[in-house]
């Protein structure tokens, strides 16, 4: 159990739409950030989440972008969907032990989206 | 850029052999991460190595990590079922404040009964 959840499991979108994934972590993972995983690759960074500002970023165009909550809750937003943009999108928040930011990343459970 | 490079991609092995995986990496890098996943799950956190000739080991399984020669290995002992998965090696890149993991290609790991 990572304290991480993802929403929705599954989704099925067609070329040109937009789509808003959701994640959700557990009181003090004030850092999110979010993974592109393409079926046989490893994940790739798209971006971070800090205090509710964006700190990092991976070779993603600015049609994929985010928010992070004050709850911390987040959520990655993908405009004018790609049939490439098909991938599990996976998030990964960082718990406070004793109040510091441990070294290690907790993965939700992913979002699998399909692109027609 | 940093890259990280795992081989073998596939392996196939009999229940109790030995086997390792490599994972080398381009840049200088404080952090090394072992991941495993199984089909059409996410990421489970198997070790988080931070220093030169840091060591792991849980089960089956160990880890270390040389930051001179930018390589970490991922041991298998006697080798189960139950490891069958894809596993995958990260570097951590801390440009600025960005918790940024680079992931490598992934192992492919079918223990053959």
């Known amino acids: 159990e990572t304290g991480v959840t993802q929403s929705p499991t599954h989704l099925i979108k067609t070329r040109g739409q937009q789509v808003t994934l959701r994640c959700s972590s557990q009181s003090g993972h004030n850092t999110v950030s979010w993974y592109q995983q393409a079926l046989g690759q490893g994940p790739q960074f798209i971006f971070q989440y800090y205090r509710e500002e964006e700190n990092g970023r991976g070779n993603f165009p600015p049609r994929f972008s985010g928010l992070q909550f004050p709850n911390y809750s987040s959520e990655l937003n993908v405009n004018a969907l790609e049939l490439d943009d098909s991938a599990l999108y996976l998030c990964?928040?960082?718990?406070?032990?004793?109040?510091?930011?441990?070294?290690?990343?907790?993965f939700g459970p992913g979002t699998r989206l399909t692109v027609l | 850029e940093l890259k990280v490079e795992q081989n073998p991609l596939f392996l196939s092995m009999q229940e109790g052999k030995n086997y390792t995986i490599y994972c080398n990496y381009s840049t200088t890098s404080d952090r090394l991460y072992w991941y495993r996943q199984d089909p059409g799950k996410s990421l489970e956190s198997l070790f988080v190595?931070?220093?030169?000739?840091a060591v792991k080991q849980e089960g089956r399984l160990m880890a270390s990590l040389d930051t001179k020669a930018r390589l970490s290995t991922l041991h298998i002992t006697a080798a189960v079922h139950d490891l069958s998965a894809t596993y995958f090696c990260?570097?951590?890149?801390?440009?600025?404040?960005?918790?940024?993991?680079?992931f490598g290609t992934g192992t492919l790991l079918a223990v053959q009964p």
């Open positions: 190595l931070l220093s030169n000739g």
């Open positions: 990964a928040s960082k718990p406070l032990v004793g109040g510091l930011s441990t070294d290690t990343q907790y």
């Open positions: 990260a570097v951590g890149n801390y440009g600025g404040a960005t918790n940024k993991l680079i």
